[in-house]
């Protein structure tokens, strides 16, 4: 008989400093064979689809952004626990698994640890003998009762996370492993007939970064990461990872972390504590993971640049929608247009063409806008306002003058999109919020980002294809609900001293290794 493995979950980064709510619908829940058909992994076809019985209760996976809606919230989380129950006498109380698939910084109204509160409302129904296993960003947040709950935890190795189903992969392999190979292990003790469950040391350290400091691109966190593997191949170790924390969320839990799962006591420790300390004596050296600026400066590099380094990627790296981002503030917008050099567009004059820059900007929610340019159609001239409907602390909405380039409807988060040519400016519009992370994002929509001169994307570090395009690049500091510079978004809650919060440590922190009792003891005390 296949062991039956759940699958439920519920991701979102969330930014505690941005005044977007999210809402259930953002999720975009999947339930039954939807949940397994998403990841190819599991499909029948596979080895790992074929050593269990996979049974898909509910995942979703939200755009980063505000804080999660209570009643979202709670009306998700009931859904979990009622299709566990039917699963459970579907199978004759018969599951040996599940299979955690989170994020690990989602915040809820009312709840701090809200991935743990989730797992504990689960463990209430599946009990303690079902084992868990988690994958998780490294942006997530690891608590003690998070790692309590589970029996292996793993996260991202990459940032950025190209190896995101890699990692989820690794969670559901192991877990299957696990589940088949312990029942040759001794038991517990012959009173308690319990089949062993794996050791695990977690580490908390007081570091806070926003993760376009710690990309594995570039040192000292790439050594750091290369690090885990070797930890992993120690003997008597089944799992290491290395967890950055998000910064842009107030709760006692947020801190970088350490968790390493095995066999052996002493391996476990020294591999925990090894990562630990090698992730300490670097914390003063992390620096960005590309040249930064002000939004002036940035636009002035960019202009100055040479042929040969164009197009020129700017990160509006503030209101970046998948770190947590409202993603409609509007004053890089409204800085961009007032420029000069983009209030022409390129067309013939006297026989000369102007030289303009041609720049695309992505992106700006603007509902009313994206209507008003839908009904005028191409080429029509409109005048719209947009943003600030969500995050108005920076700026209020743009009122822009220009003339409709393209249309199209039917994207999974923005719906409708629509681009807006004021100047020599390219802006695209949406109904709703959208990362643009693909050269498709852009190219279906008319445009040409290879072409262009400059390309202003909200975005923090660049994704793998936007990487690729870009001939130069640069961040730039701007304001928003991600806003780079930790210390004047107003932090209360997280635990201090805390680097770079804090820069003068009056003594070494406490990087021993905390031996977290197994799931099966729910009754052990849990310390925050």
Request: hydrophobic share 40%; net charge negative.
């Amino acid at each position: 008989m296949l062991p039956v493995i759940a699958i439920a979950g519920l991701a979102c980064e969330t930014s505690t400093f941005s005044p977007a709510r999210t809402l259930a619908p953002a999720f975009h829940p999947r339930r039954g064979q939807a949940v397994i058909d998403q990841y190819a992994f599991l499909h029948p076809d596979t080895p790992l689809g074929q050593a269990a019985d996979w049974r898909g209760i509910l995942t979703g996976h939200a755009l980063p952004g505000g804080i999660v809606a209570r009643d979202a919230f709670e009306a998700l989380a009931d859904e979990i626990v009622v299709g566990l129950r039917d699963l459970l006498d579907a199978t004759t109380r018969m599951i040996h698994g599940l299979w955690f698939d989170i994020h690990g910084a989602m915040c809820v109204e009312g709840l701090d640890d809200a991935e743990f509160e989730l797992l504990r409302r689960i463990r209430t129904v599946l009990g303690p003998d079902v084992l868990v296993s988690a994958s998780m960003d490294l942006h997530g947040n690891v608590s003690r009762p998070l790692v309590h709950q589970t029996d292996l935890i793993t996260c991202y190795r990459m940032a950025p996370h190209e190896d995101e189903l890699e990692t989820k992969e690794r969670a559901c392999r192991r877990l299957v492993e696990l589940l088949t190979t312990r029942e040759s292990l001794p038991r517990e003790s012959a009173s308690s007939g319990r089949l062993p469950r794996p050791l695990k040391a977690w580490v908390p350290i007081p570091i806070l970064l926003p993760g376009e400091q710690t990309s594995t691109r570039i040192e000292p966190a790439k050594s750091l990461y290369a690090a885990v593997s070797q930890v992993e191949a120690e003997t008597g170790i089944l799992d290491a990872a290395v967890w950055v924390g998000y910064a842009w969320a107030d709760e006692p839990r947020n801190h970088a972390a350490v968790v390493v799962t095995g066999w052996d006591a002493a391996a476990v420790t020294a591999g925990a504590e090894r990562l630990a300390r090698q992730f300490w004596a670097c914390h003063a050296d992390f620096h960005f993971v590309a040249p930064t600026g002000s939004l002036a400066e940035c636009l002035d590099t960019a202009l100055k640049a040479p042929e040969s380094k164009r197009p020129f990627f700017i990160s509006d790296s503030g209101d970046n929608p998948t770190a947590g981002g409202a993603g409609d503030v509007t004053w890089s917008l409204t800085q961009l247009l007032a420029r000069p050099e983009f209030q022409q567009e390129n067309e013939e004059e006297e026989g000369a063409k102007r030289n303009c820059p041609q720049v695309i900007y992505a992106s700006l929610p603007g509902p009313q806008a994206v209507q008003t340019a839908v009904a005028a159609g191409i080429g029509a001239t409109v005048t719209v306002s947009a943003g600030a409907e969500v995050d108005d602390l920076h700026a209020g909405p743009i009122t822009m003058t220009g003339t409709v380039y393209a249309i199209k409807h039917g994207d999974r988060d923005a719906l409708t999109e629509v681009v807006l040519q004021v100047g020599s400016v390219f802006v695209i519009l949406t109904q709703l919020r959208k990362p643009y992370h693909h050269e498709r994002d852009f190219t279906e929509l008319n445009l040409q980002p290879r072409a262009s001169d400059i390309v202003v994307v909200k975005i923090g570090y660049l994704e793998p294809e936007l990487y690729a395009m870009a001939a130069d690049w640069i961040l730039a500091l701007t304001p928003g609900g991600v806003d780079q510079d930790l210390q004047r978004l107003g932090h209360r809650r997280i635990r201090r001293p805390m680097w770079p919060f804090d820069r003068d440590f009056t003594a070494e922190p406490d990087l021993s290794a905390r031996m977290i009792p197994p799931s099966c003891d729910l009754d052990s005390e849990i310390v925050i």
